[in-house]
Nanobody, 117 residues
């Protein structure tokens, strides 16, 4: 199991920016996917953005052009730069790791992002 520790959540006004960071507790071997999901009150958890260890990225339509995911394979970290934030981006954001060779997944504890109008 890999521990994922998130940081960087908080409160911001609409139009502002926040940067989330996630660090894995140990080196990750094999092809893997790291990314971010979010869950707003009363809603299901949804994908925000992912990045593979091979360099491919994927974004939810709702964040394309506003959010940028980046990862450092050597440091086992993944960041999410969030710009032009909207109130509907308010949610708990979870770091995610899926290790393809073992078909196993790990989640961080979540970090709150609140965007006020």
């Amino acid at each position: 199991q890999v521990q994922l520790r998130e940081s960087g959540g908080g409160w911001v006004q609409a139009g502002g920016s926040l940067r989330l960071s996630c660090a894995a507790s140990r080196s990750i071997f094999g092809f893997n996917i790291m990314g971010w999901y979010r869950q707003a009150p009363g809603k299901q958890r949804e994908l925000v953005a992912t990045a593979t260890s091979g360099g491919s990225t994927n974004y939810a339509d709702s964040v394309k052009g506003r959010f940028t995911i980046s990862r450092d394979n050597a440091q086992n970290t993944v960041d999410l730069q969030m710009n032009s934030l909207k109130p509907e981006d308010t949610a708990v954001y979870y770091c995610y790791l899926h290790r393809v060779p073992t078909m196993s997944s790990d989640w961080g504890q979540g970090t709150q992002v609140t965007v006020s109008s």
